[in-house]
């Protein structure tokens, strides 16, 4: 199965969902994070899968929101539709999904996509991926990474990486417990692959029981924050002279 920007294929009793829109970096529109989320739904009734795994593609995880789809509807001639952008994000299917979830990162994992993968009970690394929170830097705010990671982040950390948009390095991350494991780029799908033998070697009703009691201290919340930072001047603004800076590079 396909459709635009992502894959999903069944091997071995696991979907494997990649992201694939190379010349965004697995930037995220609202088009993609709806199909991510109908695919967790999928997954969740399909009898004949144990696990889902999400990966990127060509150097690049996500790399969060797509800015271009934000400044068009800023724009057009409804800019209130900024606020029905949480009607297609798929973090709540994903992260209540009753199977386990892998995320496989190599390359570039920032904002919405560190959110994705997040809410995956694992990640898998690349000791060479980089990760970053850099609403701050285009005047939004996100509501769902504060509130996730301010009980596993020592505040000194979190709040610098909130702050600047800063990058950290996948052993930062592994460090405060964002990533299970960090391992080579080629050595990330014979890690992947031995982290699922030995899920599938588990009980399915312990790992799912195991995982809804876990998501009770996690509570996800919605995107306030980030609908009023989206409609406001500022924001608008830093969007379109990351827009313009983005086309110059081109």
């Given amino acids: 199965m396909s459709t635009e920007g992502m894959t999903f294929e069944r091997r071995d009793g696991v979907g494997w969902l990649t992201l694939h829109r190379p010349e965004t970096r697995n930037a995220l529109t609202k088009a993609l ?5 109908d695919t967790c739904r999928k997954v969740w009734v ?5 696990a889902l795994v999400i990966q990127g593609s060509e150097g690049s995880f996500a790399v969060g929101g797509d800015l271009k789809e934000m400044l068009a509807t800023m724009d057009g001639d409804d800019p209130s539709l900024l606020l029905n952008y949480e009607d297609y994000l798929p973090f709540e299917a994903l992260r209540s999904l009753p199977k386990p979830t892998i995320a496989v990162v190599d390359g570039l994992c920032l904002g919405g996509g560190l959110t994705l993968a997040l809410m995956c009970d694992m990640a898998v690394a690349s000791s060479t991926s980089s990760f970053a929170m850099p609403e701050s ?3 939004i705010v996100d509501g769902h990474l504060p509130r996730l990671l301010r009980d596993r982040v020592p505040p000194a950390i979190l709040r610098y990486w909130l702050y600047t948009g800063a990058s950290f390095s996948a052993s930062e991350a592994h460090s405060v417990g964002l990533l299970t494991k960090v391992v080579e780029s080629d050595e990330l799908q014979t ?3 031995a982290i699922l033998k030995k899920l599938k070697a588990a009980s399915a009703n312990a790992i799912s029981l195991y995982k809804a009691a876990l998501n009770e201290t996690r509570p996800l919340s919605g995107m306030y924050e980030a609908h ?3 409609l406001g001047e500022d924001a608008q603004s830093r969007i379109r002279a990351f827009a313009e800076r983005s086309s110059a590079k081109r």
Avoid: F, H, N, P
């Fill in 33 to 37: 994070y709806a199909a991510i989320r």
């Fill in 228 to 230: 009023v930072t989206m």
């Fill in 191 to 193: 890690e992947t692959e």
């Fill in 137 to 139: 830097k285009v005047g």
């Fill in 46 to 50: 399909d009898d004949s899968l144990y």
